[in-house]
């Protein structure tokens, strides 16, 4: 079975400042796919970044980007020029690339952004 | 907007009673999957349909089933409610068919109180 581990419950950042969250991952599989969800105070959940795991490449999507390491088992989300509107509930999660399977949660990491 | 719709978006009702969750995915995606977000369990998939079938099961209380209709909507029946299943329930979809359809979008969530 799959496990995702966010090991950083809470964190702060400054506005306009740069904060990187943690992320590692147990699996056996050699193909999957990564995703970083971020969850406001809506509660909505909203994509925030998918990197597939053959993908030597890391993704990037405007302020946010990963740092995928595969051998590590560890896929962090950096986010730049941080702005009020990002502080969310950010989980990290796992997909076994076999057809539409299920995501595996970590347990969040919830950021605040400090004006 | 995600384009998976949730009804409703709150409900209260009391412990043993019977309840019935809907969720439209976005036009097109086959995959349905039933999430719960607790405070204490986190986020926890129950139940996967594709196309009309089921295709995985989670950690789904045998109190609770769903089923996915020829329209492709989803209902999530949970009955002899107890208390510790006040939680969000989120929907999500996926797969439309072509490569690279597996992300999952959310629906906004029903938020379930039982007093």
């Known amino acids: 079975a799959q496990t995702v581990t966010q090991s950083q419950p809470e964190m702060s950042v400054q506005e306009a400042e740069t904060v990187t969250l943690s992320c590692t991952y147990d699996t056996s599989e050699n193909n999957y796919y990564l995703f970083w969800y971020k969850q406001p105070p809506s509660r909505q959940m909203i994509l925030v970044i998918r990197?597939?795991?053959?993908?030597?490449q890391n993704a990037t999507e405007n302020r946010f980007s990963v740092n995928f390491q595969k051998a590590a088992k560890s896929f962090s989300l950096k986010i730049s020029d941080s702005q009020l509107g990002d502080t969310a509930m950010y989980f990290c999660a796992f997909m076994k690339n076999s057809g539409n399977t299920p995501l595996v949660f970590g347990k969040g990491t919830r950021l605040s952004v400090i004006a | 907007d995600s384009g998976v719709t949730q009804t409703p978006k709150h409900l209260i009702t009391a412990t043993g009673q019977r309840v019935t969750l809907r969720c439209s995915p976005r036009?097109?995606?086959?995959?349905v999957y039933w999430y719960q977000q607790s405070l204490d369990q986190g986020l926890q998939f129950l139940i996967q349909?594709?196309?009309?079938?089921?295709?995985a099961k989670g950690n789904i209380l045998e109190r609770f089933s769903a089923q996915q209709f020829p329209d492709l909507h989803s209902e999530l029946n949970l009955s002899s409610l107890e208390l510790g299943d006040s939680a969000l329930y989120f929907c999500?979809?996926?797969?439309?068919?072509?490569?690279?359809?597996?992300?999952?979008?959310f629906g906004p969530g029903t938020r379930l109180s039982v007093l």
């Open positions: 999500a979809s996926s797969g439309s068919g072509s490569w690279g359809t597996d992300t999952q979008y």
């Open positions: 990197q597939e795991a053959y993908k030597q």
């Open positions: 349909y594709y196309n009309g079938e089921e295709r």
């Open positions: 036009s097109g995606d086959l995959s």
